[in-house]
């Protein structure tokens, strides 16, 4: 049976989604824990890799499971094996064509920061501390300029191997408040790219952009001398624990 799982996990204690031997990886764990429960190897197959320290409320991944499950009881056994900063949140099981990656339609990141002086305890994880004076109106206008179909070559960093570098960003906003859910600290702010695809730390790269024009250091002519390099990316890439997958459609 083709099984789809929707998992959430807090990526700080992890060396990213993709199997590495000798790194505690959220595949390698999802991998270990099905194995055990299905007394065979299972393999997972993910929407997308995230980098490590990068967190997600919503990955999706499929594998293939031995017999027709009870899924509410196998989401149950998986969240029971797993430790607290890995979770199951859905099991469903779906037709045979469906393939986390291929059956995408979109994916929604969020990148989180933090406008505070100091860091705060119980965000400083999940939130990329900004102690600058930031232009917020500047960063809702740069949003919008970089929204459509175009060649975001310029913010993809090297070593990647996509066959193409044409994305299309549906969407790109600022929104208060940190990816996590409601928290007592203020200053927190995100900006949700919602998009077909996303290229290799192409939403901490535009992050990283963006911000640096909003605070003033870059000047706001360098968004489009970017967004028409060729690659690969030259610039501040955005720290890892503040993106976060929040949503794969199909």
Same mark, same amino acid.
């Given at each position: &049976? ?15 989604? +993709?199997? +590495? ?9 999802? /991998?270990?824990?099905?194995? $055990? ?21 919503? @990955? ?6 031995? @017999? ?12 029971? &094996? ?58 809702? /206008? ?22 193409? $570098? ?9 929104? /208060? ?32 952009? &963006? ?34 997958? &929040?949503?794969?459609?199909?």
């Amino acid at each position: &049976m083709n099984i789809k799982a929707k998992v959430r996990y807090d990526g700080s204690g992890f060396a990213g989604w +993709q199997v +590495q031997p000798g790194l505690r990886t959220v595949q390698g764990e999802l /991998e270990r824990v099905l194995s $055990t429960i299905a007394s065979q190897p299972v393999r997972v197959r993910a929407a997308g890799r995230t980098d490590a320290g990068v967190h997600a409320l919503g @990955q999706v991944c499929n594998f293939q499971w031995p @017999q027709e499950p009870d899924t509410e009881r196998l989401r149950r056994s998986i969240s029971g &094996m797993l430790s607290p900063d890995l979770r199951a949140e859905s099991v469903e099981v779906v037709p045979d064509e469906f393939d986390a990656r291929f059956s995408a339609t979109a994916k929604r990141y969020a990148y989180a920061f933090s406008l505070s002086k100091f860091p705060d305890p119980f965000t400083a994880r999940y939130a990329w501390l900004v102690p600058w004076r930031i232009d917020l109106h500047l960063l809702t /206008e740069l949003a919008g300029r970089i929204t459509g179909r175009r060649d975001f070559a310029g913010f993809q960093c090297a070593g990647a191997s996509s066959a193409t $570098t044409v994305r299309t960003l549906h969407s790109v906003a600022l929104i /208060e408040g940190g990816f996590a859910g409601p928290v007592d600290a203020a200053g927190l702010w995100r900006l949700e790219f919602r998009g077909d695809a996303f290229l290799y730390k192409m939403v901490r790269n535009l992050a990283g952009t &963006m911000i640096d024009i909003a605070r003033g250091q870059l000047a706001a002519s360098v968004l489009d001398e970017r967004l028409g390099s060729p690659g690969p990316y030259r610039g501040h890439t955005a720290p890892a624990h503040g993106l976060a997958l &929040m949503e794969v459609e199909y």
